[in-house]
């Protein structure tokens, strides 16, 4: 009888209900996925070599020419110059606009394809174009020199840019909490990957938030 007794008393300690048992097994699992991450996932090199090689490879894949446009960048430090100039016919290539700002102040913003969105996506390509968004970290703003064709936005300031032409546009400052990078005359979605992704782990890896 005392044996009857002490099996009954220990049956509610060895039945334990089957969502617990899910529960923690997913608990399990997710901890499990995330150290494989960790131990697949290569630490980042960060050699001045690196640094430098990762900067050409961006600055390779925004440099693009149409017969009308081309684009261009610069990396210096934490300092990211993209521009874009114009064929003006007569008046030949002149800057159109030119942005600048510390990329530790900005993020490059995950894109909506209307696809499969489990996998962030931070270009967007098509028609011989890529777009990469950018976000300002506020107070933070992304400053931009622009042509000015006769339209200048209301806060705009003058430039003290000398026309690159003779009858050429003169310039003006404005800021921006956005900015959306239009690659014009690629060919596949190769460089708009490589310029978004290429920023990110810069950013990561040499520029952090303060």
Request: charged share 20%; glycine share 10%; net charge negative.
């Amino acid at each position: 009888m005392k044996t009857l007794l002490k099996v009954a008393l220990l049956l509610p300690a060895l039945f334990v209900p089957l969502p617990v048992l899910a529960a923690a097994d997913v608990r399990a699992n997710a901890a499990a996925d995330t150290r494989a991450d960790a131990a697949a996932e290569p630490a980042l090199d960060l050699s001045a070599g690196a640094r430098a090689s990762l900067a050409d490879s961006i600055v390779e894949a925004v440099a693009l020419s149409t017969g009308n446009r081309r684009s261009g960048a610069r990396i210096e430090g934490c300092e990211v110059t993209t521009w874009v100039e114009s064929d003006e016919g007569g008046l030949g290539w002149l800057l159109y606009s030119q942005s600048v700002f510390d990329l530790a102040q900005v993020d490059v913003v995950a894109q909506s394809t209307g696809g499969d969105t489990r996998a962030a996506q931070y270009y967007i390509f098509g028609a011989g174009m890529g777009i990469i968004s950018l976000r300002a970290t506020a107070p933070y703003k992304i400053a931009q020199e622009v042509a000015d064709f006769g339209v200048q936005p209301e806060g705009a300031r003058t430039s003290k840019r000398v026309p690159e032409a003779a009858g050429g546009p003169g310039y003006y400052f404005t800021q921006t909490k956005e900015l959306m990078l239009v690659l014009d005359g690629i060919e596949d979605a190769a460089q708009p990957r490589r310029f978004a992704e290429g920023l990110r782990t810069y950013k990561d890896a040499f520029c952090p938030p303060a």
